[in-house]
C-alpha cells in the first residue's frame, strides 16, 4: 500500500539504536522487546502509538548498531513510515529489507509532534493534513520500493528460490 | 581511471573493471560474519523458510561474544541455538567464547587486503584496518547474504583523513577518533572513511583497528586503511595468507577523487574524553577533568585488546584504584587474557584492584556484567556511550583511551593520564 496516514511523533538528532531497541531487552521476544521502544526519550510512545502512526525526527535517525531490531520494534507497533533529515545506512537498509519506508526529509518548521500526516510513496508526496501543506519527498529507489512492495527482501529471496528449486540441476539457464 | 581503494574493492567484487561513486551494483562477497545475537538466532527460520543452508560454510565466520557466558536461562538457548547451528550447518569458523568477532577476525588472519566482508554488527568496519571492504549488515540482509552469497550496495564516496605528526606520549589512536567524531560528526553516512598519514603508518595492527572501527561512530559504511609491511606481516603472524601483490593492488590511486580530504595533526592532540550521551561530545580532558567517576571500565572490541592493557598497565602499576571507584576489566579475548597473564600485565592490573571480567561484548552492549546504576557515572574505554546503553537511562558514561580510564579508575575522577606515565617512567 502506498498510501499511509497517521500521526507525527517528533523526536530530535541522533535517535540511536540503544533508544530504538535497548541492549537489556534484546533477548525478548519480539513484541515484548518492541514495549521499549523510545522508552529512554518519551516514556508514553510504545503505550501511544497508533498503528498509521509516523515516527519523525532529525539527523542520524538510527545511528549505531547493526540491529534490526530498532526497525522490527517500530514496524511492531504498527508505525507506517519513518521520516528524518538523514538516516544511518544500516538502520536504512534494514527498515527497508522488513517493508518499513524510511523518507528524508527535513521536518524542522513543516511538521510539529501530533500533526495528522499522510504519505503517498508512489506520488513521492507528503501531507501535513493539520496544517495543509503539501511537500516532495525523496522518492525511495524504484529497485527498494520494488522490494517493499513485495512484502520485503525475504520475500524477493523466496521468489528467488523458489525459481532456483524448479530449475532442474546441470539444466541451461 | 583514478579510484580510491575502496572503490578498486567494489569493482572486484562486483567483477566489473572499474565503479563510480552512487552506482548500484551487485557484489560477491568474500567472508560473512556474524555473532550469537545477530547470527544464528535470526537466521535459522529464515533459512529453514527458504529451504537452503549457507552459500559456502567455508566463507562464513560465527562468534559467540555478545551473551557469553550465559547469565539466565534465555541466553544459555541464545548460545545453545548458536553452537547447534554452526554444528549442523557446518561451520568450522565458529568461535565460541573465545573473545569478541572483531578481533577474532583479526586473531585468526581472516582479515585481509582486498576482501569484501559483510558482518552481522555495525563495528564489522573493524577489518577495515587490513585493507578489506567491511561493513555492517542487519539481519535480513545477513540471511540474504549466507544464503547467496550475494548483496547489493551504492557505491559510496571516499573521504579521506590525513593524520600528519606523531602522537605524543600518553595520546592514542582512540583521542584521534573522539576528536573526528567531533570534527566530522557522526553523520558521514553511505560514505567509507579511509584513514592515511604519517601518524597512522606508525600504528600497530590493534590500535589501526580503533580508527577503523570508529569509523561507525562516523556513520561511515567502512573505514579502511592501506595495507603495508606492518599489515603483511600480522595476516601472516595470525595464519592468514596474503601475497607481496597486495601493496601495489589495494592502494588508492594518486590522482583518485575523494569526497574531501580532512586533515588532523596527530602531534598537536590532546587526550579527549566524550561526555554523555555522543562519541561526537569529545573534549580535550581538561574541560571534563574533575568529574567524579563511580566506574572505570576497560573493555570491548576497540578498547581491551592487548595493547589496551598494556596502557592501562602503564598508569595502574605501583598505584591503587580508588576508594571511591571500582574498575573493571573485560579482555577483548581469550588470547588477550592468555598474553597478558603471561607478559605481567595481569598482575599489575589486579594488585591495583581491577575486577577482571569474561571476554566478550558485556557492559559495553548493555549485556553481562558492569552494568551502571541510575545517576552513577562511568568512564569508559568502550565506543559508544549512547543512553540507556550501558544499564539505567539516567547513568552517565563518558569515553576515553585506556590510558585515560586508568587514570579516572586511580583519582576516582576524570584526568589526565599522562602526569601518571611520566611519574612511572621516572620511577623505572
Redesign the interface.
Known amino acids: 500500500m502506498s498510501v499511509r496516514e497517521g500521526n507525527a511523533w517528533l523526536y530530535g538528532d541522533r535517535i540511536d539504536t540503544d533508544l530504538l531497541a535497548p541492549g537489556y531487552a534484546m533477548k525478548k521476544g519480539p513484541a515484548e522487546l518492541a514495549r521499549h521502544t523510545l522508552e529512554a526519550v518519551d516514556p508514553a510512545f510504545a503505550t501511544s502509538v497508533q498503528p498509521g502512526d509516523m515516527v519523525v525526527a532529525g539527523a542520524d535517525f538510527g545511528i549505531g548498531s547493526s540491529r534490526e531490531q530498532a526497525a522490527i520494534s517500530l514496524k511492531t507497533l504498527g508505525v507506517s513510515a519513518v521520516i528524518a533529515t538523514s538516516f544511518a545506512r544500516i538502520f536504512y537498509r534494514n527498515a527497508i529489507n522488513i517493508g518499513l519506508p524510511a523518507i528524508s526529509f527535513d521536518p524542522e518548521g513543516r511538521i510539529s509532534a501530533g500533526d495528522r500526516l499522510r504519505l503517498d510513496l508512489a506520488a513521492g508526496r507528503l501531507h501535513n493534513l493539520t496544517t495543509s501543506a503539501s511537500f516532495a519527498v525523496t522518492p525511495i529507489p524504484p529497485h527498494l520500493m520494488a522490494m517493499i512492495e513485495a512484502g520485503g527482501l525475504m520475500a524477493h529471496l523466496k521468489q528467488r528460490f523458489a525459481s532456483t528449486a524448479a530449475t532442474p540441476p546441470g539444466s541451461a539457464s | 581511471m583514478p579510484a580510491t581503494l575502496t572503490e578498486k574493492i567494489l569493482a572486484r567484487a562486483s567483477g566489473r573493471d572499474a565503479v563510480s561513486p552512487g552506482e548500484?551494483i551487485t557484489v560477491k562477497v568474500d567472508l560473512a560474519m556474524a555473532h550469537d545475537?545477530?547470527g544464528p538466532r535470526?537466521w535459522k527460520a529464515?533459512l529453514e523458510?527458504?529451504?537452503?543452508g549457507l552459500w559456502d560454510p567455508s566463507r562464513v565466520v560465527l562468534v559467540s561474544d555478545h551473551?557469553v557466558p550465559a547469565v539466565d536461562a534465555?541466553?544459555a538457548a541464545?548460545l545453545k541455538l548458536t553452537r547447534e547451528f554452526a554444528r549442523d550447518y557446518g561451520v568450522k569458523n565458529f568461535y565460541d567464547m573465545r573473545g569478541i568477532c572483531h578481533v577474532m577476525l583479526a586473531e585468526h588472519g581472516h582479515a585481509r587486503p582486498g576482501l569484501f566482508i559483510a558482518?552481522?554488527?555495525?563495528h564489522?568496519t573493524n577489518a577495515g584496518a587490513f585493507g578489506c571492504y567491511a561493513?555492517?549488515?542487519?539481519?535480513?540482509?545477513m540471511?540474504?547474504i549466507v544464503?547467496?552469497g550475494e548483496t547489493?550496495t551504492v557505491v559510496p564516496e571516499t573521504v579521506r583523513v590525513e593524520i600528519s605528526g606523531a602522537l605524543s606520549q600518553g595520546v592514542t589512536a582512540k583521542d584521534i577518533m573522539l576528536a573526528l567524531c567531533r570534527d566530522l560528526g557522526?553523520?558521514n553516512?553511505?560514505r567509507a572513511i579511509e584513514y592515511g598519514g604519517e601518524a597512522v603508518r606508525a600504528l600497530d595492527m590493534e590500535q589501526r583497528t580503533v580508527l577503523a572501527n570508529m569509523a561507525a561512530e562516523l556513520?561511515g559504511?567502512t573505514g579502511i586503511i592501506e595495507p603495508d609491511a606492518v599489515t603483511l606481516a600480522h595476516v601472516r603472524g595470525h595464519g592468514g595468507e596474503v601475497d607481496e601483490a597486495a601493496l601495489t593492488l589495494w592502494r588508492s590511486d594518486p590522482d583518485c577523487t575523494y569526497a574531501h580530504t580532512h586533515h588532523l595533526d596527530a602531534g598537536a592532540l590532546e587526550p579527549q574524553i566524550a561526555a554523555p550521551h555522543?562519541p561526537a561530545n569529545a573534549a580535550p580532558v581538561s574541560v571534563h577533568a574533575g568529574i567524579a567517576i563511580d566506574q572505570a571500565y576497560i573493555g570491548a572490541c576497540v578498547g581491551a585488546k592487548l595493547s589496551d592493557l598494556h596502557m592501562a598497565a602503564a598508569v595502574l602499576k605501583g598505584r591503587t584504584v580508588s576508594a571511591r571507584t571500582r574498575l573493571l576489566v573485560a579482555p577483548a579475548s581469550a588470547k588477550v587474557t592468555e598474553a597478558a597473564a603471561k607478559d605481567g600485565t595481569l598482575a599489575i592490573l589486579t594488585e591495583a584492584g581491577a575486577v577482571m571480567l569474561p571476554s566478550g561484548c558485556g557492559a559495553c552492549?548493555?549485556?553481562g556484567a558492569g552494568?551502571l546504576a541510575e545517576g552513577e557515572v562511568c568512564l569508559s574505554s568502550t565506543n559508544?556511550n549512547?543512553?540507556?546503553?550501558m544499564?539505567h537511562?539516567d547513568a552517565q558514561v563518558y569515553l576515553g583511551s585506556p590510558y585515560a580510564v586508568a587514570a579516572g579508575a586511580v583519582a576516582g575522577e576524570i584526568t589526565d593520564p599522562r602526569p601518571f606515565l611520566t611519574a612511572n617512567r621516572k620511577a623505572a
Open positions: 548500484m545475537s545477530s535470526r529464515r523458510a527458504l529451504g537452503t551473551y534465555e541466553s541464545i558482518g552481522g554488527d555495525s564489522s561493513a555492517g549488515f542487519g539481519a535480513t540482509d540471511t540474504a544464503a547467496t547489493w557522526m553523520g553516512h553511505f556513520g559504511e555522543s552492549a548493555g549485556l552494568l559508544r549512547f543512553q540507556g546503553r544499564g537511562k
